[in-house]
């Protein structure tokens, strides 16, 4: 058990280099990856999928979940800002 002190952020800031990055979803609020996104002009996301070859792309409005990671690519640097 880990018990942790504190107040949540209102958002997170996160610098995306062009190209692919792995990132991890900032948020404690599920949020489909177009609207979580938004703003980053990402022109592609991937996650882990059970099924080989255990990464696949998703679609805009499938759900960006807290904890989990995932594969963005962006065409120029940009400060992804996600709202908790």
């Known amino acids: ?31 489909a990856a177009m609207v979580a996104l938004a703003g980053t002009n990402f022109d592609r996301i991937e996650c882990f999928d059970l099924a080989s070859p255990f990464i ?3 679609n805009g409005l499938e759900l960006m979940m807290p904890g989990n990671g995932y594969w963005v690519r962006v065409p120029s640097d940009v400060i992804w800002t996600i709202d908790w």
Request: aromatic fraction near 8%; hydrophobic fraction near 40%.
């Open 56 to 58: 696949r792309e998703m």
């Open 1 to 31: 058990t880990m018990t942790v002190v504190g107040e949540i952020p209102d958002q997170t800031g996160i610098t995306l280099f062009t190209g692919w990055n792995l990132v991890g979803y900032p948020s404690i609020t599920p949020m």
